[in-house]
């Protein structure tokens, strides 16, 4: 690791999730932000319990009962960690980020990935062997709620390329204030 990428590491988020709806890209950028950064990246989907995974491919929306125990798991996942960690999880709703941050037991820095629903879509349809169906794609806007300006948190528009929508986040991370 050369030293502009140790101090680009060390000035990373230690526990970050990258949110938003199924499709917006959170395994692909995180996948770059690790690469970028030297942050470790984890897909929050294989957290999810086989009875949730089973639902989704059957085209079932999960209910909230459904997602606090992988929600769980993702701020526990987050909260064992030494170095920077990537988290990819939708995080859709306020009260999920909330349960997050709680189980995690320190501060969590989410980062939307915010794109357009034709966007997405397309991105869905073009993608192989995922279990979530584009059919989810309106459950999962209807639940969204964007972060707030009073959560820790920085939007990033998906509808670019991927090298600048690491730059965007990056930027946006430094201007972030703790």
Partial sequence: MSMAESQLLSDFPRRMVLMGVAGSGKSTVGEALSARTGARYFDGDDLHPPANIE???RGEPLTDADRW???????EALGKVETPLVIGCSALKRIYRDHIRQTAGGPVIFVHLSGAREVIAGRMGARTGHF???SLLDSQFAALEPPQADEQ????????PLEDVVEDILRQLKDLKP
């Avoid at 125990?69 to 701020?75: D, H, I, M, S």
């Avoid at 948190?153 to 670019?160: C, R």
């Fill in 55 to 57: 639902k989704m491919s």
């Fill in 69 to 75: 125990p992988w929600l769980t798991r993702v701020g």
């Fill in 132 to 134: 979530m169906p584009t």
């Fill in 153 to 160: 948190a920085v939007t990033v528009d998906i509808d670019q």
